[in-house]
């Protein structure tokens, strides 16, 4: 079992910056590959971010040259940085986990980009 614990939501003005964690704990050595995804309200969840375990990074292109994923293996923590931030970032984001046998989710938080 993995436990992923995501903090760092809030309300932004547009242009703001914010920075997410996700914290993880359990099972953690089959973790392969790390993500951050989102749900605007009335849309479906998407791929912002993904890390796999050797540091390869992919973005979706909404966010790309304004989101960095980066991972501290010494505190288990994934961490998203949001820069730019525009009113359609607002989402609650998701930070998920993959291992070989299953995908794990947390449980969201909320970032609103707003005046």
């Known amino acids: 079992q993995v436990q992923l614990v995501e903090s760092g939501g809030g309300l932004v003005q547009p242009g703001g910056s914010l920075r997410l964690s996700c914290a993880a704990s359990?099972?953690?050595?089959?973790?392969?590959?790390m993500g951050w995804y989102r749900r605007a309200p009335g849309k479906q969840r998407e791929l912002v971010a993904g890390?796999?375990?050797?540091?390869?990074?992919n973005y979706a292109d909404s966010v790309k040259g304004r989101s960095t994923i980066s991972r501290d293996n010494a505190k288990n923590t994934v961490y998203l940085q949001m820069n730019s931030l525009k009113p359609e970032d607002t989402a609650v984001y998701y930070c998920?986990?993959?291992?070989?046998?299953?995908?794990?989710w947390g449980q969201g938080t909320q970032v609103t980009v707003s005046v």
């Open positions: 890390i796999t375990s050797g540091g390869s990074t």
């Open positions: 998920k986990a993959t291992t070989s046998l299953h995908v794990y």
């Open positions: 359990g099972s953690i050595f089959n973790i392969y590959v």
